[in-house]
C-alpha cells in the first residue's frame, strides 16, 4: 500500500509538474504576445499623434495660404489663436466660468472686424495725406529745405517726449531712460519707414499724429481713475503706441488681404487680454478650483470627532479623580 501511494504521489507530483510547465510556456507566449501588441499599439498611437498634429498645422499653413497668400500668415494665426486658447482654457482652470473667455472671444472679434475694415480703407493714409498736402502748402516747405529727413525728426522728439513722460512718475532716472530710449527708438522707426522726401514724409508724420492724439485720450480717460499721474503715464504709454501705429499706417498702403490678414492677427493677440479683463471682472480666485481638492467634510468631521474624544476623556480623569 506504502509503495502504491508513493507511486500516486509521484505520478501527481509529475502531472502537477507538468501543468505548471505547460502554463509558464503559455504564459511566456501570452507575454510575447502581449508585447507584440502594446508595441504595435504604441506606433499606432503615435502615428496618430503625429497625423493629428500634421493636420492641425497643415490645417493653419493651408489656410493661410489659400485666404491671405501666404502661409507665414497661416502659421501666425495659428500660433496666436491657439494660445489665445490655453489662456481660455487656463482661465477656466481656476475657477473662472466660461463666460469669461467667450465674451473675451467676441470682443476679439470685434476688434479684428473694425481693424480690418480700417486697415482695407486706408482712411488714416488718406487723411494724412491731405492734413500733409495741406500743411505743406501752410508752411510752404520744399523738399530741398530739409536736408534731414522729417521722418526721424518728428518720430524721435514725439516719442523722447513720451518717453519722459512717461517714466517722470517712477523718478529722474526712469524719465532719463524713457527719453534716451524714445529718440533712439523713434529715429530708428523713422528710418526703417522711410521718407526721403516731403511727398514721403507728411503721411507718416500727420497719421503719428493722429495716432498720439487718438490713443493719448484713450489711455488718459483709462488711466483718469488712478488720479493724475496714473491719467498721464497711461496717456504717455498710450501715445507711444499710437504714434508706431500710426506712423506703420500711414506708411503703408494695404491690399484687402493683408488688411485683414493683420485685422486677425491684432484681434487673437486681443483675446487673452480681453479674456483676463472680464476674468477680473469676475474675480480671478484659484481657491475656488483648488479648493474642492481638499476634503474638507472629512477634515470637519475628524476635528469634531478629536474634539469629542477629547472632552470624553476629560469627562473620565475627573470621574477618576473624584473616585
Do not use: Y
Not at 143 to 154: A, E, Q
Not at 210 to 221: D, K, Q, R, T
Not at 245 to 253: D, F
Amino acid at each position: 500500500m506504502r509503495e502504491q501511494f508513493g507511486r500516486v504521489r509521484s505520478a501527481g507530483r509529475g502531472l502537477i509538474g507538468a501543468h505548471v510547465d505547460l502554463a509558464k510556456a503559455e504564459f511566456e507566449v501570452i507575454a510575447g504576445e502581449i508585447k507584440i501588441i502594446a508595441a504595435i499599439g504604441a506606433v499606432m498611437v503615435g502615428l496618430a499623434l503625429l497625423l493629428g498634429m500634421l493636420l492641425f498645422v497643415g490645417s493653419w499653413l493651408f489656410v493661410g495660404e489659400w485666404l491671405f497668400g501666404s502661409m507665414g500668415w497661416g502659421l501666425l494665426h495659428g500660433t496666436v489663436l491657439t494660445s489665445g486658447l490655453i489662456a481660455a482654457l487656463a482661465f477656466i482652470l481656476i475657477g473662472n466660468s466660461w463666460r469669461a473667455p467667450a465674451v473675451g472671444f467676441g470682443l476679439a472679434a470685434l476688434v479684428a472686424i473694425v481693424l480690418s475694415l480700417l486697415f482695407a480703407s486706408n482712411i488714416l493714409r488718406a487723411g494724412a495725406v491731405a492734413l500733409g498736402d495741406g500743411a505743406g502748402r501752410a508752411i510752404a516747405l520744399s523738399d530741398g529745405s530739409l536736408p534731414i529727413r522729417l521722418t526721424i525728426i518728428v518720430l524721435a522728439v514725439v516719442l523722447g517726449l513720451l518717453g519722459l513722460l512717461a517714466g517722470l512718475r517712477a523718478g529722474s532716472g526712469p524719465a532719463l531712460a524713457g527719453l534716451m530710449a524714445g529718440l533712439v527708438g523713434g529715429a530708428i522707426l523713422g528710418f526703417v519707414l522711410g521718407g526721403e522726401t516731403l511727398a514721403q514724409a507728411w503721411p507718416i508724420v500727420m497719421a503719428a499724429l493722429i495716432g498720439l492724439v487718438l490713443m493719448a485720450i484713450a489711455g488718459a480717460a483709462l488711466g483718469a481713475r488712478s488720479g493724475g499721474g496714473g491719467a498721464l503715464q497711461m496717456a504717455a504709454a498710450a501715445g507711444i503706441a499710437g504714434v508706431v501705429l500710426g506712423a506703420i499706417l500711414g506708411a503703408v498702403t494695404f491690399d484687402t488681404k493683408g488688411a485683414v490678414a493683420i485685422g486677425i492677427t491684432l484681434g487673437a493677440v486681443a483675446w487673452p487680454v480681453a479674456s483676463f479683463l472680464m476674468a477680473r471682472r469676475e474675480g480671478i480666485s484659484p481657491m475656488r478650483r483648488f479648493g474642492k481638492l481638499q476634503p474638507r467634510e472629512t477634515m470637519a468631521a475628524v476635528k469634531e470627532t478629536k474634539a469629542w474624544l477629547g472632552q470624553e476623556w476629560q469627562r473620565q480623569r475627573s470621574k477618576l479623580s473624584r473616585g
